[in-house]
């Protein structure tokens, strides 16, 4: 069975950074793509970034420039690394993992990324 640990979610001033990371556990085979997904208050969940297994990237226009997601296929980690931050980047924020990447197959448990103005 597939499990997705978030973690490095938290409260920040707007501007600041963090970095979120998630950890994959379980039989992964034929698992290409690994991502970022976002749920704001009130709003559809929608795609952050994601990033296949040879390393190839695809990010939402909104994070383009200020967020990067790297892997590291050995260790079964996906991160996602936020700069610049911005009240509009508040929201649950869920690792996933798929045989595509903008179809996932399982979900993490969400982790919560506050920005305050």
């Known amino acids: 069975q597939v499990r997705l640990v978030e973690s490095g979610g938290g409260l920040v001033q707007a501007g600041e950074s963090l970095r979120l990371s998630c950890a994959a556990s379980g039989s992964l085979f034929g698992i290409n793509a690994m991502g970022w997904y976002r749920q704001p208050p009130g709003k559809q969940r929608e795609l952050v970034a994601t990033?296949?297994?040879?390393?190839?990237?695809n990010y939402a226009d909104s994070v383009k420039g200020r967020f990067t997601i790297s892997r590291d296929n050995a260790k079964k980690t996906v991160h996602l690394q936020m700069n610049s931050l911005k009240p509009e980047d508040t929201a649950v924020y869920y690792c996933?993992?798929?045989?595509?990447?903008?179809?996932?197959?399982?979900w993490g448990q969400g982790t919560q990324v506050t920005v305050s103005s």
């Open positions: 996933t993992l798929g045989l595509l990447p903008t179809t996932p197959n399982y």
């Open positions: 990033i296949t297994t040879d390393g190839r990237t």
